[in-house]
């Protein structure tokens, strides 16, 4: 409808919540004004205020109501109830909303919280101006909320544009120039925010000679990425490489404890801040998949990381220092090393030795961003660290973006799960308590921004998880839904939401089900890892393994018989993954070896849960498709095309999958089906 808006504050970021509503106003209808902190503010429906911004509220029992639809009167009460509910202050980013009579009521403590606050009220609609209530005060539980982008300025020549980007090129780089789309950008930025996303890195972090500059020569491209990103709250991080001072600096060692390696890095970093002041900092892989490292100059990874912090300290950033270190040089043939050991045996022994803004980033799980894996060890074992837990939005091993998995529900399993009995203390809360959540963007240049539309919901909801990881997936997608396709103008609303729900909600276990089971990981092809390839990875390097044979399948992690792995939990979990009773099924290969007619706790034989799994996925892919086609005429038609085309290409490669791996692990087996389906 037609609403008097009224924004009060000043602000880089009240300026951008000014100018939204006033765009809102353009479109809708309306009028959208701002002031100072004028209490005789006239009659409004939306006020939008910065409490510094207002006169100090008046003690005692709010004001009688001359003006029902005055703005001063609306605050006043909305303050008092505040204060007398003991609320607090709303801090750095967080808002309070309420209804009081025909007004509504944003407040916010910050201009950061004032813009949260508005995308607050976007998502509650036409009911965030119905019935009063009182103020619902909302802040974030982690303070980073950070994307990672592996984004290269130089198209590589195996990972093009963007390393493991599925959504086209990159929205920041071109062919080694900066791409200066900046509408595009802004566009991006105001995506995020409206996500809740505050730092994003720009740069892949496998940093290539070209992006290696962006930290000296090229720092004018970061800038103007700064600049665009900076009004929607977002500051910009980036990639580095640790080889820097050599590379750039043209000294001979990039040694951490070399005083000219420490000057030199503080003298650049000085630098950086002088042109970007709210630079976020750096993040660095170091020693990993061939990125360079402190080990070779026998240094371990607090002292590398630390030499960064010290530059940064000044300036106010943080150093995130990936923990995804680990041989991938192995020999298949030596079963004494195990990756998933890797990052813990690195990294645990160095807790307490990272300087305050020092965030050591964990990948959520042992291994890689696999479809299913038990939470890393790593992130109950470093009390005395910052830690932040990686995800992977991008979806690299779970579809490409060709494949519908909403990964909501995997991120919210995760989040909720406390690895520690002593403390009860849930990752989410680990997180907050350190350094956040992280994840690998799934942007692109694409129309529909992640490749697959449908893609568009993971991003939303690393967000929104982020902020909140409470929320319960279905929520969250309904919220996405809500925001992404407006009901309000769809012909037949409940269809649309029905079935959107019934194609998402449980994407990630269909998805589960068509490819590697029971916890085992990979089977993908090497390099792209798209599709099937039971022993791609069986011989090689990369150390991951699954070791089926005739007799059984499954990784030995116990501490019996196997890597040991299974030590790295504190309990209840040492216990729980080293027995073969207690460890849950979805688990199970990735912590036992087990013969084929092992029974699985649901009551199953691992080899019939392998084909019944794959014909069950398979067949819920064959109804997504079905139920797709309901929405022919309830989403726009480019949108509807482009799903079904990559709903098409998702029915052929889970086929494919299913009679892969069903066919080898009969041929290794060879137990039959119980229910005589073909296994080819
Ligand atoms: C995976 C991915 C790589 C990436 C790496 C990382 O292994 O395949 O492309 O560089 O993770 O997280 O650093």
């Known amino acids: 409808g037609t609403r008097r808006t009224v924004v009060c504050g000043e602000g880089l970021l009240v300026d951008t919540v000014f100018a939204e509503v006033d ?3 353009t479109w809708y209808g309306g009028t959208a004004r701002r002031a100072g902190g004028d209490p005789g503010l006239p009659a409004v429906d939306l006020v939008l205020a910065l409490s510094c911004a207002l006169p100090s509220p008046r003690p005692g029992p709010p004001p009688a109501e001359s003006d029902p639809d005055g703005s001063s009167a609306a605050i006043d009460a909305v303050r008092a109830e505040l204060g007398a509910a003991g609320a607090g202050p709303l801090g750095a980013e967080g808002f309070a909303v309420a209804r009081h009579g025909a007004v509504t009521v944003v407040l916010a403590d910050t201009p950061a919280g004032l813009l949260y606050g508005l995308f607050d009220l ?6 965030g101006f119905g019935p009063a209530h009182p103020a619902r005060v909302r802040r974030p539980a982690m303070a980073r909320r950070m994307l990672d982008h592996w984004d290269n300025v130089d198209v590589h020549p195996v990972m093009g544009q963007v390393e493991r980007g599925y959504a086209g090129g990159s929205i920041f780089w071109q062919a080694g120039r900066p791409r200066r789309d900046e509408a595009r950008v802004t566009a991006y930025a105001r995506l995020l925010a409206a996500c809740g996303i505050n730092a994003v890195s720009v740069n892949n972090v496998n940093v290539h000679a070209t992006e290696a500059r ?3 020569e090229r720092l004018d491209d970061v800038a103007e990425i700064a600049d665009l990103l900076r009004p929607y709250g977002i500051r910009v991080h980036l990639a580095v490489t640790f080889a820097a001072p050599v590379v750039l600096g043209g000294l001979p060692t990039a040694d951490p404890l070399d005083p000219a390696v420490r000057a030199w890095w503080a003298e ?5 801040y002088a042109r970007i002041p709210d630079f976020g900092g750096y993040l660095v892989k170091a020693d990993s998949e061939g990125q360079p490292g402190p080990f070779s100059y026998g240094r371990d990874h607090a002292d590398g990381a630390n030499v960064l912090a010290e530059a940064l300290a000044p300036g106010g950033g943080v150093v995130h220092w990936r923990a995804f270190v680990y041989n991938h040089r192995q020999d298949w043939r030596d079963r004494s090393t195990d990756r998933a050991r890797a ?6 022994p160095l807790d307490g030795r990272f300087q305050d803004n020092v965030i050591v980033q964990v990948k959520h799980g042992p291994l890689d961003f696999q479809t299913r894996e038990p939470v890393s060890p790593v992130i109950a074992a470093m009390p005395g660290t910052r830690l932040a837990v990686e995800f992977q939005v991008t979806q690299e091993y779970t579809g490409q973006q060709r494949h519908v998995c909403y990964l909501a529900p995997w991120w919210s399993e995760i989040l909720r799960f406390a690895p520690r009995a002593d403390d009860g203390a849930t990752v989410a809360e680990l997180a907050a308590g350190g350094g956040g959540l992280v994840a690998v963007s799934n942007v692109g240049d694409d129309e529909f921004w992640t490749g697959h539309p449908l893609a568009q919901a993971n991003l939303y909801a690393f967000g929104r998880l ?3 990881p409470e929320l319960r997936p279905q929520a969250v997608l309904d919220e996405w839904i809500d925001l992404t396709f407006d009901p309000a103008s769809c012909p037949d609303p409940e269809l649309l ?8 909600d449980d994407s990630w276990r269909t998805y589960e089900r068509y490819t590697a089971p029971l916890g085992v990981g990979f089977m993908v092809r090497p390099g792209h890892h798209y599709g099937p390839d039971v022993d791609g990875y069986e011989y090689t390097p990369w150390g991951t393994y699954h070791f089926a044979d005739r007799d059984g399948v499954g990784v030995d992690r116990t501490r019996a018989t196997g890597t040991g792995f299974t030590g790295q939990y504190p309990a209840p979990w040492s216990q729980v993954y080293e027995s073969l009773d ?4 979805e688990l199970l290969l990735f912590f036992h070896h087990v013969p084929y007619h092992h029974v699985l706790r649901s009551g199953s034989t691992v080899i019939q849960h392998i084909y019944d799994t794959h014909f069950d996925g398979v067949r819920e892919v064959e109804a997504m498709c079905r139920r797709w086609e309901w929405l022919a005429r309830l989403v726009d038609p480019a949108v509807y095309a482009r799903v079904t085309e990559r709903l098409t290409e998702q029915l052929r490669c889970a086929r494919e999958w299913r009679d892969q791996v069903n066919a080898y692990f009969h041929r290794k087996s060879g137990v039959p089906d119980a229910h005589g389906r073909p296994l080819h």
């Open 23 to 25: 765009r809102a106003a």
């Open 214 to 216: 962006l930290l000296t």
């Open 466 to 468: 982020a902020w909140d």
């Open 122 to 127: 976007v998502r509650l609609g036409e009911s």
């Open 343 to 348: 990052a813990f045996d690195h990294f645990s």
């Open 582 to 585: 207690r460890c849950p099924d």
């Open 268 to 272: 650049t970093t000085e630098r950086v």
């Open 497 to 504: 939401r029905r079935t959107l729900h019934e194609i998402m």
